[in-house]
Protein backbone atom coordinates (compact mmCIF):
# COMPACT_ATOMS: atom_id res chain seq x y z
CA UNK A 1 0.00 0.00 0.00
CA UNK A 2 1.25 3.51 -0.93
CA UNK A 3 2.02 5.81 1.94
CA UNK A 4 -0.39 8.24 1.42
CA UNK A 5 -3.03 6.02 1.02
CA UNK A 6 -2.39 3.92 4.25
CA UNK A 7 -2.40 6.91 6.34
CA UNK A 8 -5.79 8.14 5.02
CA UNK A 9 -6.56 4.70 5.70
CA UNK A 10 -4.66 4.38 9.24
CA UNK A 11 -7.68 7.00 9.85
CA UNK A 12 -10.38 4.83 9.68
CA UNK A 13 -8.70 1.99 11.97
CA UNK A 14 -10.70 -0.50 13.44
CA UNK A 15 -12.57 -1.00 16.58
CA UNK A 16 -11.29 -1.16 19.84
CA UNK A 17 -12.82 -1.70 23.28
CA UNK A 18 -13.46 0.99 24.53
CA UNK A 19 -12.31 0.71 28.43
CA UNK A 20 -14.34 2.73 31.11
CA UNK A 21 -12.44 2.34 34.42
CA UNK A 22 -14.27 2.23 37.86
CA UNK A 23 -13.18 4.48 40.09
CA UNK A 24 -11.40 3.03 43.40
CA UNK A 25 -14.13 3.06 47.04
CA UNK A 26 -11.19 4.28 48.66
CA UNK A 27 -10.64 7.21 46.68
CA UNK A 28 -11.18 10.62 48.41
CA UNK A 29 -13.90 12.83 47.11
CA UNK A 30 -14.85 10.93 43.93
CA UNK A 31 -17.95 12.52 42.57
CA UNK A 32 -19.32 9.99 39.36
CA UNK A 33 -21.61 13.37 38.33
CA UNK A 34 -21.41 14.27 34.38
CA UNK A 35 -19.77 17.53 34.92
CA UNK A 36 -21.36 20.48 32.44
CA UNK A 37 -19.85 20.60 28.78
CA UNK A 38 -17.49 23.14 28.85
CA UNK A 39 -16.56 23.39 32.89
CA UNK A 40 -14.33 26.12 32.91
CA UNK A 41 -13.38 27.77 35.74
CA UNK A 42 -10.65 25.69 37.77
CA UNK A 43 -8.55 26.17 40.91
CA UNK A 44 -5.57 25.08 41.85
CA UNK A 45 -4.88 21.60 42.55
CA UNK A 46 -5.76 20.27 39.86
CA UNK A 47 -5.22 17.25 37.29
CA UNK A 48 -7.11 16.39 34.17
CA UNK A 49 -7.16 13.83 31.19
CA UNK A 50 -8.50 12.38 28.42
CA UNK A 51 -11.28 10.37 28.40
CA UNK A 52 -13.07 8.78 31.77
CA UNK A 53 -9.58 7.46 33.38
CA UNK A 54 -10.14 8.55 37.26
CA UNK A 55 -8.81 6.00 38.65
CA UNK A 56 -5.53 7.99 37.14
CA UNK A 57 -6.64 11.18 38.19
CA UNK A 58 -7.31 10.30 41.59
CA UNK A 59 -3.87 8.94 42.05
CA UNK A 60 -2.74 12.00 40.17
CA UNK A 61 -4.77 14.06 43.20
CA UNK A 62 -3.51 11.39 45.59
CA UNK A 63 -0.47 12.84 44.75
CA UNK A 64 -0.81 16.65 44.50
CA UNK A 65 -2.79 16.61 47.95
CA UNK A 66 0.06 15.25 49.34
CA UNK A 67 2.17 18.33 48.49
CA UNK A 68 3.53 16.29 45.57
CA UNK A 69 5.11 18.09 42.61
CA UNK A 70 2.90 18.03 39.24
CA UNK A 71 5.64 15.92 37.56
CA UNK A 72 5.29 13.19 39.87
CA UNK A 73 1.55 13.63 39.91
CA UNK A 74 0.98 13.09 36.25
CA UNK A 75 3.92 10.35 35.96
CA UNK A 76 2.09 8.11 38.78
CA UNK A 77 -1.49 8.95 37.42
CA UNK A 78 -1.10 7.86 34.12
CA UNK A 79 1.19 4.44 35.26
CA UNK A 80 -2.05 3.46 36.37
CA UNK A 81 -3.65 2.78 32.79
CA UNK A 82 -0.45 1.50 31.99
CA UNK A 83 -0.77 -0.88 33.91
CA UNK A 84 -4.22 -1.28 33.63
CA UNK A 85 -4.45 -4.99 31.63
CA UNK A 86 -8.64 -3.72 30.45
CA UNK A 87 -7.02 -0.65 28.88
CA UNK A 88 -6.33 -1.79 25.53
CA UNK A 89 -4.48 1.26 23.78
CA UNK A 90 -2.26 2.11 26.58
CA UNK A 91 0.73 0.23 28.02
CA UNK A 92 0.93 -3.41 28.95
CA UNK A 93 -2.15 -5.16 27.15
CA UNK A 94 -2.33 -2.64 24.42
CA UNK A 95 -2.93 -3.83 20.95
CA UNK A 96 -0.36 -4.84 19.08
CA UNK A 97 1.33 -3.80 15.29
CA UNK A 98 0.17 -5.39 12.53
CA UNK A 99 3.19 -7.55 13.43
CA UNK A 100 1.70 -8.55 16.63
CA UNK A 101 4.74 -6.82 18.55
CA UNK A 102 2.66 -3.76 21.05
CA UNK A 103 4.96 -0.71 20.78
CA UNK A 104 4.66 2.55 22.93
CA UNK A 105 4.68 5.78 23.32
CA UNK A 106 4.98 8.15 25.86
CA UNK A 107 6.23 11.62 26.79
CA UNK A 108 6.17 13.76 29.60
CA UNK A 109 7.51 17.52 30.28
CA UNK A 110 7.80 19.51 33.45
CA UNK A 111 7.86 23.50 35.05
CA UNK A 112 11.08 24.02 33.67
CA UNK A 113 10.22 22.37 29.78
CA UNK A 114 12.63 19.68 30.42
CA UNK A 115 11.28 16.60 28.31
CA UNK A 116 11.68 13.09 27.86
CA UNK A 117 9.99 10.60 25.31
CA UNK A 118 10.34 6.86 24.05
CA UNK A 119 9.11 5.85 20.86
CA UNK A 120 7.96 2.41 19.38
CA UNK A 121 9.19 0.70 22.76
CA UNK A 122 9.37 -2.94 23.45
CA UNK A 123 9.15 -4.90 25.86
CA UNK A 124 8.72 -2.29 29.09
CA UNK A 125 5.63 -1.95 31.27
CA UNK A 126 5.74 1.24 32.31
CA UNK A 127 6.91 3.85 29.05
CA UNK A 128 6.32 6.93 30.52
CA UNK A 129 8.82 6.02 33.43
CA UNK A 130 11.29 5.63 30.61
CA UNK A 131 10.45 9.00 29.33
CA UNK A 132 11.02 10.56 32.80
CA UNK A 133 14.46 8.72 33.26
CA UNK A 134 15.50 9.85 29.46
CA UNK A 135 14.35 13.56 30.59
CA UNK A 136 16.32 13.39 33.97
CA UNK A 137 19.57 11.14 33.13
CA UNK A 138 20.37 11.32 29.62
CA UNK A 139 21.19 14.87 27.63
CA UNK A 140 18.69 13.70 24.72
CA UNK A 141 14.81 14.35 24.73
CA UNK A 142 13.43 11.33 22.57
CA UNK A 143 14.93 7.52 22.63
CA UNK A 144 13.29 4.86 20.09
CA UNK A 145 12.90 1.39 19.59
CA UNK A 146 16.18 -0.56 20.28
CA UNK A 147 17.92 1.96 22.06
CA UNK A 148 15.22 2.92 24.04
CA UNK A 149 14.60 -0.59 25.25
CA UNK A 150 18.25 -0.86 26.09
CA UNK A 151 18.58 2.43 27.75
CA UNK A 152 15.58 0.87 29.98
CA UNK A 153 17.69 -2.15 30.95
CA UNK A 154 20.44 -0.27 31.30
CA UNK A 155 18.35 1.87 34.26
CA UNK A 156 16.84 -1.42 35.91
CA UNK A 157 13.65 -2.59 33.54
CA UNK A 158 12.68 -5.24 33.40
CA UNK A 159 11.85 -7.17 30.33
CA UNK A 160 8.02 -7.94 30.15
CA UNK A 161 5.64 -9.27 27.57
CA UNK A 162 3.23 -6.92 26.76
CA UNK A 163 0.87 -8.35 24.51
CA UNK A 164 -2.58 -9.91 26.63
CA UNK A 165 -4.29 -13.57 25.36
CA UNK A 166 -6.96 -11.05 24.95
CA UNK A 167 -5.41 -8.22 22.18
CA UNK A 168 -3.31 -11.60 20.83
CA UNK A 169 -6.81 -13.62 20.01
CA UNK A 170 -8.41 -9.85 18.70
CA UNK A 171 -5.14 -9.28 16.58
CA UNK A 172 -5.60 -13.42 15.40
CA UNK A 173 -8.95 -12.68 14.05
CA UNK A 174 -8.23 -8.86 12.77
CA UNK A 175 -5.39 -10.72 10.29
CA UNK A 176 -8.25 -12.71 8.63
CA UNK A 177 -9.77 -9.56 7.13
CA UNK A 178 -6.93 -6.91 7.98
CA UNK A 179 -9.91 -4.71 7.08
CA UNK A 180 -10.06 -1.29 8.62
CA UNK A 181 -13.59 0.58 8.95
CA UNK A 182 -14.05 3.71 11.38
CA UNK A 183 -15.98 3.50 14.81
CA UNK A 184 -15.66 6.80 16.15
CA UNK A 185 -14.97 6.99 19.62
CA UNK A 186 -14.42 3.62 19.91
CA UNK A 187 -11.39 2.81 17.29
CA UNK A 188 -8.27 2.48 19.57
CA UNK A 189 -9.16 6.58 20.38
CA UNK A 190 -8.30 6.27 24.44
CA UNK A 191 -4.36 7.40 24.73
CA UNK A 192 -3.86 8.68 28.12
CA UNK A 193 -2.69 12.58 28.56
CA UNK A 194 -2.95 14.15 31.38
CA UNK A 195 -2.13 18.01 32.73
CA UNK A 196 -1.63 19.14 36.63
CA UNK A 197 -0.63 22.06 38.21
CA UNK A 198 0.69 21.24 41.96
CA UNK A 199 0.01 23.43 44.83
CA UNK A 200 3.03 25.89 44.54
CA UNK A 201 1.48 26.46 40.49
CA UNK A 202 3.63 24.36 38.79
CA UNK A 203 2.72 22.76 35.70
CA UNK A 204 3.32 19.11 34.13
CA UNK A 205 2.06 16.74 31.48
CA UNK A 206 2.15 13.39 30.22
CA UNK A 207 0.90 11.26 27.36
CA UNK A 208 1.34 7.62 26.99
CA UNK A 209 -0.32 5.26 24.38
CA UNK A 210 0.51 1.98 22.54
CA UNK A 211 -0.83 4.10 19.52
CA UNK A 212 -2.78 2.89 16.87
CA UNK A 213 -3.78 -0.77 16.71
CA UNK A 214 -2.48 -2.96 13.99
CA UNK A 215 -0.27 0.75 13.03
CA UNK A 216 2.56 -0.55 10.00
CA UNK A 217 5.43 -1.75 12.32
CA UNK A 218 7.42 1.47 13.14
CA UNK A 219 4.95 3.71 13.10
CA UNK A 220 4.64 6.74 15.83
CA UNK A 221 1.96 9.15 16.36
CA UNK A 222 1.58 12.63 18.11
CA UNK A 223 1.62 11.26 21.73
CA UNK A 224 5.19 11.00 22.39
CA UNK A 225 6.41 14.34 19.97
CA UNK A 226 6.33 17.25 22.37
CA UNK A 227 4.05 19.85 20.68
CA UNK A 228 2.06 17.29 19.04
CA UNK A 229 0.55 15.04 21.60
CA UNK A 230 1.81 17.41 24.42
CA UNK A 231 2.85 20.24 25.65
CA UNK A 232 3.37 22.79 29.00
CA UNK A 233 4.89 25.98 29.39
CA UNK A 234 4.86 27.06 33.20
CA UNK A 235 3.89 30.26 32.02
CA UNK A 236 1.27 30.15 30.69
CA UNK A 237 -0.47 26.32 30.31
CA UNK A 238 -0.37 22.85 28.98
CA UNK A 239 -2.61 20.32 26.12
CA UNK A 240 -2.69 17.01 25.66
CA UNK A 241 -4.32 15.08 22.44
CA UNK A 242 -6.32 11.88 21.67
CA UNK A 243 -7.04 10.13 18.67
CA UNK A 244 -5.29 10.20 14.94
CA UNK A 245 -2.23 11.28 15.48
CA UNK A 246 -1.00 12.01 11.85
CA UNK A 247 -3.53 14.77 11.92
CA UNK A 248 -2.50 16.24 15.56
CA UNK A 249 1.48 16.35 14.18
CA UNK A 250 0.06 18.18 10.83
CA UNK A 251 -0.81 20.82 13.29
CA UNK A 252 1.50 20.20 15.79
CA UNK A 253 -1.65 20.88 18.14
CA UNK A 254 -0.32 20.84 21.65
CA UNK A 255 1.97 23.48 20.84
CA UNK A 256 -0.44 25.49 18.91
CA UNK A 257 -2.77 25.65 21.78
CA UNK A 258 -0.68 26.84 24.41
CA UNK A 259 0.51 29.37 22.42
CA UNK A 260 -2.65 30.84 21.16
CA UNK A 261 -3.55 30.67 25.16
CA UNK A 262 -0.48 32.95 25.09
CA UNK A 263 -2.13 34.90 22.94
CA UNK A 264 -5.39 35.54 25.33
CA UNK A 265 -7.53 33.24 24.43
CA UNK A 266 -8.78 31.21 27.27
CA UNK A 267 -8.10 26.59 27.10
CA UNK A 268 -11.79 26.31 25.78
CA UNK A 269 -11.46 28.91 22.62
CA UNK A 270 -7.75 27.33 22.35
CA UNK A 271 -8.86 23.81 21.98
CA UNK A 272 -11.42 24.60 19.55
CA UNK A 273 -9.35 26.67 17.35
CA UNK A 274 -7.08 23.56 17.45
CA UNK A 275 -9.60 21.05 16.10
CA UNK A 276 -10.65 23.61 13.38
CA UNK A 277 -7.15 23.93 12.14
CA UNK A 278 -7.19 19.97 11.76
CA UNK A 279 -10.62 20.50 10.27
CA UNK A 280 -9.68 23.39 7.47
CA UNK A 281 -6.64 20.56 6.38
CA UNK A 282 -9.30 17.41 5.98
CA UNK A 283 -12.44 19.56 4.37
CA UNK A 284 -13.44 16.73 2.74
CA UNK A 285 -12.73 13.81 5.28
CA UNK A 286 -14.24 14.22 8.85
CA UNK A 287 -14.63 10.21 9.78
CA UNK A 288 -12.68 10.53 12.58
CA UNK A 289 -11.62 11.74 16.01
CA UNK A 290 -9.59 14.23 17.88
CA UNK A 291 -10.06 15.74 21.53
CA UNK A 292 -7.37 18.35 22.67
CA UNK A 293 -7.45 18.97 26.55
CA UNK A 294 -6.26 22.01 28.20
CA UNK A 295 -5.45 23.65 30.90
CA UNK A 296 -4.11 27.33 32.22
CA UNK A 297 -2.25 28.94 34.89
CA UNK A 298 -5.44 29.41 36.97
CA UNK A 299 -6.66 25.75 36.39
CA UNK A 300 -8.94 26.66 34.11
CA UNK A 301 -10.04 23.97 31.80
CA UNK A 302 -10.93 23.18 28.00
CA UNK A 303 -11.71 20.93 25.83
CA UNK A 304 -13.14 20.13 21.80
CA UNK A 305 -13.00 16.95 19.49
CA UNK A 306 -14.49 16.50 16.38
CA UNK A 307 -17.20 13.66 16.76
CA UNK A 308 -19.27 13.88 20.16
CA UNK A 309 -18.71 11.41 22.60
CA UNK A 310 -15.06 12.51 24.04
CA UNK A 311 -15.13 13.15 27.78
CA UNK A 312 -11.84 14.28 30.04
CA UNK A 313 -11.94 14.04 34.10
CA UNK A 314 -10.98 16.87 36.62
CA UNK A 315 -10.10 16.45 39.41
CA UNK A 316 -9.98 19.39 42.12
CA UNK A 317 -10.79 20.49 45.51
CA UNK A 318 -14.42 20.72 44.37
CA UNK A 319 -14.84 17.11 43.02
CA UNK A 320 -13.54 14.07 40.97
CA UNK A 321 -16.28 15.06 37.51
CA UNK A 322 -16.13 13.09 33.83
CA UNK A 323 -17.24 16.20 31.67
CA UNK A 324 -18.36 15.67 28.51
CA UNK A 325 -16.66 17.93 25.95
CA UNK A 326 -18.14 19.73 23.08
CA UNK A 327 -17.43 19.28 19.52
CA UNK A 328 -17.40 20.64 15.99
CA UNK A 329 -19.24 17.83 14.39
CA UNK A 330 -23.13 17.42 16.45
CA UNK A 331 -23.85 14.35 15.75
C1 LIG B 1 -1.71 7.82 18.09
N1 LIG B 1 -2.86 9.53 19.34
O1 LIG B 1 -0.83 6.99 18.21
C2 LIG B 1 -2.57 8.12 19.29
C3 LIG B 1 -3.80 7.30 19.12
C4 LIG B 1 -4.66 7.30 20.25
O2 LIG B 1 -5.40 5.81 21.86
O3 LIG B 1 -5.17 8.32 20.68
N2 LIG B 1 -4.77 6.09 20.77
O4 LIG B 1 -1.97 8.39 17.04
Redesign the pocket.
Known amino acids: MKRRKFIKNSGALTAGILTTPVIASSTPKVNNEQGPINAAKGTIPIAICTWDFGNATAKAWEVLNAGGSSLDAVHQGVMVEEDNLENQ ?2 GTGGRPDRDGNVTL ?1 ACIMDKDANCGAVLALQNIANPISVARKVMEETPHVMLVGKGAEQFAYEQGFEKKNLLTEKSKKEWEEWKKTSNYKPIINIE ?4 IGMLAIDKNGDISGACT ?4 AY ?1 MAGR ?4 PIIGA ?1 LYVDNEIGGAT ?6 E ?1 VRTVGSFLIVELMRQGKSPQEACEEGVKRIIAKNKDKQDFQIGFIAINKNGDTGAYCIHPGFTYRTYTDEGHINNPSASYLKS
Open positions: TVDNHDTTSGMKVGDSGATGVGEV
